[in-house]
């Protein structure tokens, strides 16, 4: 029996709105647990004070998600030589289908 190759490239994370999906749910957890924190310590507030709670809990995880996505798109492969990034990847052996 024959076996063929894989070829995977594993550099390749998979990202969603800029960030790997650990930073964003990082993100997005953070930010609900400010917001409860929130509602916790200000539960005699009223509807305005609760509203406002809500937005800073929203603009805390913006600002977090905004911190990650700039942390994240400082790849200076990509930016310097797009060109590299490609012979630096896992392509190992000859294509599927090749002799060898």
Known sequence: MKEQRIHRNIKHVPKVWGVT???????????????????????????????????????????????????????????DAPYLKNSVNSQVGPPCGGSG
């Open 21 to 79: 999906y650990s930073k964003l749910f990082l993100t997005l957890g953070c930010g609900l647990l400010i917001t409860a924190a929130g509602y916790s310590i200000c539960s005699g507030t009223g509807t305005a004070g609760r509203i406002g709670i809500i937005c800073l809990g929203g603009l805390i995880t913006a600002a977090l998600h905004g911190v990650c996505w700039f942390l994240e798109n400082q790849d200076r492969i990509d930016r």
